[in-house]
């Protein structure tokens, strides 16, 4: 489908995405990086794919596990990225895997695919659309404010962090937007 709706944490899996996608363009340096979405069995899947030289196979088993050596020949990262992108998928219920069947398309750059089950049906609702068509910023208060949620604590403090200066930028950003009292 051209447009794929679902209701989801927008916040964590916009840091995931862009986690995975920063990841992958690490180990990118001619080819393509995409991201996509498709809906698979009824659920919206979506996927950061790469032509970069792939996951050695001695790495897979715990490419998510927390503290892995990293991948790249310099040595960037701590080894808790992976593993963070997972702790943020299994708090929204869904799955996140390496898919090892993938290969690039390009000769001799097997590439990686990294597939995110949010384990939701697509959101079909027209005022649901038009919801979402209304919000103008990604990260607007509604985000942490839906339907069921508890209200937020008027004060906190917050340690963030990401060895990518992006994401910590982007964290803070975010947490200032949408909780101008906190730390």
Same mark, same amino acid.
């Given at each position: ?101 993938? %290969?690039?398309? /390009?000769?001799?750059?097997? &590439?990686? @695919?990294?597939?995110?089950? $949010?384990?939701? #049906? ?40 990401? %060895?990518?200066? /992006?994401?910590?930028?982007? &964290?803070? @950003?975010?947490?200032?937007? $949408?909780?101008? #009292?906190?730390?």
């Amino acid at each position: 489908p051209e447009r794929i709706l679902v209701q989801a944490d927008r916040l964590r899996l916009q840091q995931v995405i862009l986690n995975l996608g920063r990841n992958s363009t690490k180990f990118v340096d001619s080819g393509y990086v995409r991201l996509g979405a498709r809906v698979e069995d009824g659920n919206v899947c979506m996927f950061v794919e790469d032509s970069g030289p792939g996951v050695p196979i001695e790495k897979r088993n715990n490419l998510f596990c927390r503290f892995q050596e990293s991948l790249d020949s310099m040595a960037q990262g701590t080894g808790v990225g992976l593993n963070l992108c997972k702790s943020l998928i299994d708090l929204m219920q869904g799955d996140i895997w390496l898919d090892e069947s993938f %290969d690039s398309g /390009i000769k001799g750059r097997p &590439g990686s @695919r990294i597939v995110i089950d $949010l384990k939701k #049906s697509p959101t079909l609702s027209d005022a649901m659309e038009s919801s979402m068509l209304m919000r103008t910023s990604a990260l607007s208060e509604d985000v942490l404010l839906e339907e069921g949620c508890a209200p937020l604590p008027t004060s906190l403090n917050i340690l963030f962090v990401d %060895d990518d200066r /992006i994401l910590r930028k982007l &964290g803070v @950003r975010t947490l200032a937007k $949408l909780t101008p #009292s906190w730390n």
